[in-house]
């Protein structure tokens, strides 16, 4: 506790000099049964992560070889309002008729990807190319990535929306 020592000054003068000495004892199990207290309530969660998959990077890149056929392809185009497209159509091909729409419902999307897994003429080059817009949100992109996941294909890229996709895409949003 605080202990007052009264101690007088040599000389004729009547003035006492106190020294005030401070006990910290107290304060010192204070500090620690808060940080007992904080340490116990404190939630330790891990946090959520997804594993992304990214390929070794080929010491001899062949240019032709990265051209992915129509048919062993399946594209997701991720658009605003939580509304997501896809197709599996070339260039010349994809117009506003064959680019279907569909919800986030895993199943819908994972049963989209088992039926052009199994239209596939090459099911080991079977890839899943996912475009999000600038309209899309990251959420979305999460749930197609766990979408792919539940379907178990390890074969998915991720890239910026093509010129005549984006433009047969703002055809259909209109």
């Known amino acids: ?3 007052i ?4 000054k040599q000389g004729g003068s009547k003035q006492r000099k106190k020294l005030i000495r401070v006990d910290m004892t107290p304060m010192v199990d204070l500090g620690f049964l808060l940080i007992t207290f904080f340490m116990f309530t404190t939630n330790f969660t891990k946090p959520n992560v997804m594993d992304l998959g990214l390929p070794a990077k080929d010491p ?3 240019p032709k070889s990265n051209v992915i056929d129509v048919r062993n392809q399946i594209t997701f185009i991720l658009g605003k309002d939580n ?3 896809y197709h599996q159509q070339s260039k010349e091909d994809l117009h506003r008729n064959n680019l279907k729409e569909t919800d986030f419902n895993g199943l819908n999307i994972t049963k989209i990807i088992s039926g052009a897994y199994n239209n596939a003429p090459k099911k080991e080059n079977f890839t899943i190319i996912i475009e999000p817009t600038d309209d899309a949100n990251y959420k979305n992109f999460v749930d197609i990535l766990d979408n792919i996941a539940i379907s178990k294909k390890e074969r998915y890229g991720v890239t910026d929306i093509k010129p005549w996709e984006k433009k047969v895409y703002e055809e259909v949003i209109q």
Do not use: K, L, S, Y
Not at 5 to 8: D, F, G, L, N, T
């Open 1 to 3: 506790m605080a202990e």
């Open 83 to 85: 509304r997501v497209f």
């Open 60 to 62: 001899n890149p062949h």
């Open 5 to 8: 020592i009264a101690q007088e």
